[in-house]
């Protein structure tokens, strides 16, 4: 894991020195909506280079979104027993496939909801900013839980997790 993530970061880095090099710091600055990869790739192949990073972007967007969506619809499937709001409907499993169905159309009508309150640049915004803020809490969460409750038993260890 430890790879991976130094990985991502150097080609993240790599990407950025990339954009360095093709458009000067001022410029982009100015690019509206922060379509660097737009800029770079019209400035370097032209129209037909960003039809090509919009097709990139797109194939990264569904992989992510696949992981998102059937994720989330599990997490509704965990937790709707204990919660009056989403208990007993979203828990649900079809009884043939053992798919949490109902969840997901749950998800289905939620996102079709949210995607009528705004703007995609909003809705990432949000969505982003929730990611960070809840990946955060659950983070400092396993720290306090360790911390004040050392006795109780730990089914897995972390290196780097008190």
Known sequence: M???T??????YVLQNLAYLAVLPIG????IPENRVAQQVAEVLFGRVGWT??????LISTFGCVNGLILGGARVLVCHGPRRAVLSPPAANLHPKARTPGTALIFQGVWS??????????????????????FGALTIAAVYK?????PDRPRPYRCWAIP
């Open 2 to 4: 430890v790879i991976g």
């Open 6 to 11: 130094l990985l991502v970061t150097f080609l």
């Open 27 to 30: 410029q982009i600055a100015g």
């Open 52 to 57: 090509l990073v919009i097709v990139a972007i």
């Open 112 to 133: 079709m909801a949210l995607t009528l309150t705004g703007s995609y640049s909003d809705l990432l915004t949000y969505t982003m900013f929730m990611a960070v803020f």
């Open 145 to 149: 839980l360790r911390i004040s409750q």
